[in-house]
């Protein structure tokens, strides 16, 4: 087997044709099945988008509704679930807690599992979107010692999970249009972004047929690493760092030169994104927006503009072409909206839901062959077993 060739990381090397995202690194340019990332955010809604990524086209008005009312029809969790929930502690990440509440959702509906014709497969995909808002909004809630509430089926997708999520006991909720337009666009902005680390983790998971759910889960978990998702919580509390320390975004930018030093600069760098991160650059602004909209003054905004301008001018980041991601701004919004930030990364995978679902459904219905990477053997060659007492 000389002709296998080691990619760590995959740095070089396609694991399949797909038709759903399109990614320009050099150029920054993000579309979702062909349209830009730019529009979509500005002009469309989060469902509308998941739809998209999915089913390969924009809906219309009646597939829209029919899709939605699907959904809602398949909004409740089953009551045991909360005995599950229970038996986290309080303190536990909200990242564990919701990978472990998407496999236990497998249990309770059998039927998500091995489905394999189209129909089987809409009906899983309607489910998890209708669940697993409920799922998030339950994490938040046990943390927050709010009681576990359902949703409301005459609202919008969007403004149900809000409702969901920060309904007190006793008091009416009201609608903000800010707060609902601004988590649309966030959750639009994380919805795909082709075959990286959680999506490659969920076709490889589905290319043996595991079930959507059992998939998504570990999608979760590789989504929770701080060089991936994980990395929007890593740049708050970096952020809150260095206020914490005076403001002294210099010594932070020193460290994440160091080469001795395993700090990097969350937040900053990307795999693919070799000019900018077209998503960061609409998140920058929708922070500026939101944050003026609400009325919040957030020192941590400045410090995070401050360290963006000494790394755009800063040799050691030009020369690696290093870049403020998605995930620089999006803590701030987060922030501004009173989401807290263990539950960061649990809004990333909120948004990316729609997209690993499109990649597995592409996956399964291009019948797509097991994952099965190669390797080369650099261990010992065939030794002679010695018994424990000649060792
Ligand atoms: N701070 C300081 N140095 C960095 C950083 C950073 N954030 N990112 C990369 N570098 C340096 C790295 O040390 C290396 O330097 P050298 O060539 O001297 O050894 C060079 O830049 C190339 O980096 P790499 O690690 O080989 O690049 P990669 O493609 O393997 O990693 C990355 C990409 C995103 C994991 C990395 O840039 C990083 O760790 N960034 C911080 C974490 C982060 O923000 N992650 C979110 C990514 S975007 C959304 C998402 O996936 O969730």
Not at 25 to 48: C, H, P, Q, T, V
Not at 327 to 341: E, Q
Request: a neutral charge; hydrophobic letters at 40%; proline letters at 4%.
């Amino acid at each position: 087997t000389g002709m296998i060739t080691i990619d760590p990381g995959f740095k070089n090397t396609g694991s399949c044709e797909s038709a759903i995202t399109f990614l320009d690194g050099e150029k920054g340019i993000l579309r979702y099945r062909g349209y830009s990332i730019e529009e979509l955010a500005e002009k469309a809604d989060f469902l509308e988008v998941a739809y998209l990524l999915i089913f390969g086209e924009l809906p219309n008005q009646e597939e829209l509704h029919k899709f939605h009312n699907d959904i809602k029809g398949e909004s409740h969790v089953d009551e045991e679930m909360k005995k599950i929930l229970d038996g986290f502690p309080k303190s536990a990440h909200p990242m564990g807690v919701l990978t472990s509440l998407t496999s236990a959702l497998i249990a309770f509906n059998p039927s998500s599992v091995n489905v394999t014709s189209e129909k089987e497969m809409y009906w899983a995909i309607v489910r998890i979107l209708a669940k697993f808002p409920v799922l998030v909004s339950w994490t938040l809630r046990k943390k927050k010692g709010l009681p576990l509430d359902y949703g409301d089926d005459t609202l919008g997708y969007v403004e149900n999970i809000h409702k969901m999520m920060f309904k007190r006991p006793n008091h009416k909720y009201e609608k903000n249009k800010v707060v609902i337009d601004a988590l649309d666009k966030l959750l639009i902005l994380h919805a795909d972004h082709e075959q990286n680390c959680s999506t490659s983790t969920v076709r490889m998971v589905g290319s043996s047929h595991a079930g959507l759910f059992a998939s998504l889960s570990a999608g979760i978990a590789a989504l929770w690493g701080p060089l991936h998702g994980g990395a929007n919580q890593a740049v708050l509390e970096m952020l809150e760092a260095i206020e914490a320390d005076g403001g002294d975004t210099k010594k932070y930018m020193s460290k994440a030169k160091d080469k001795n030093d395993p700090f990097r600069l969350m937040g900053f760098g990307h795999r693919v994104y070799k000019n900018f991160d077209p998503r960061a650059k609409i998140i920058k602004k929708a922070a500026d927006e939101v944050l003026g909209d609400l009325g919040v003054e957030d020192p941590i905004l400045d410090i995070a503009k401050g360290l963006e301008k000494e790394a755009l001018s800063d040799k050691y980041f030009v020369d690696r072409k290093l870049y403020p991601n998605v995930d620089f701004y999006s803590g701030i919004i987060y922030r501004a909206l009173g989401i807290p930030t263990e539950m960061f990364t649990v809004m990333f995978a909120l948004g990316r839901l729609p997209g690993w679902i499109a990649q597995w459904r592409e996956m399964r219905l291009k019948n797509e062959p097991i994952g099965r990477p190669r390797q080369v053997y650099i261990g010992h060659a065939s030794r002679e077993f010695v018994a424990v007492d000649k060792r």
